[in-house]
């Protein structure tokens, strides 16, 4: 599949590291470094624009390393981009550690999935069928 982008950053286009990778790196693209303290949260720029085929979505998600290293995450992860927005891509960054956490121009911030999806028509219903699981909700089916 191919994506139109704009690329109006400092920075390469974001790209696969590896052959059977999902995600590709989000670089922050901004001109004076970004501190965030403990529990504080910024829209950090990425300088990319992009038009999505329709029954596509880009999600934005959280970088392992950055959460399980410094307590860095979206915030609203997955950030979804939908096919007709044509914006600046964002990333909303958390500090969810104890420390205060330092961004600066060209830093990996976030990783961008792209993803098929589709949209649901509703049917209203008096009952829905039975299964198994039931009504059984969180942390009904195990360890």
Known sequence: ?????????KHPLPSY???????????????????????????????LFIALPNGYEAQVRPRSGLAAKKGITVLNAPGTIDADYRGEI????????????TITDGDRIAQLVIARYSQAQWEEVEVLEETQRGK???GSTGV
């Open 136 to 138: 059984s909700g969180f």
């Open 17 to 47: 590291e590896t052959s059977a990778s999902a995600g590709m790196d989000l670089r922050a693209n901004i001109d004076e470094i970004v501190v965030l303290k403990p529990l504080e949260r910024a829209i950090i720029k990425t300088g």
């Open 1 to 9: 599949m191919t994506v139109k982008i704009i690329n109006s950053s």
């Open 90 to 101: 964002g990333v909303i960054l958390v500090n969810l550690s104890n420390d205060n956490f």
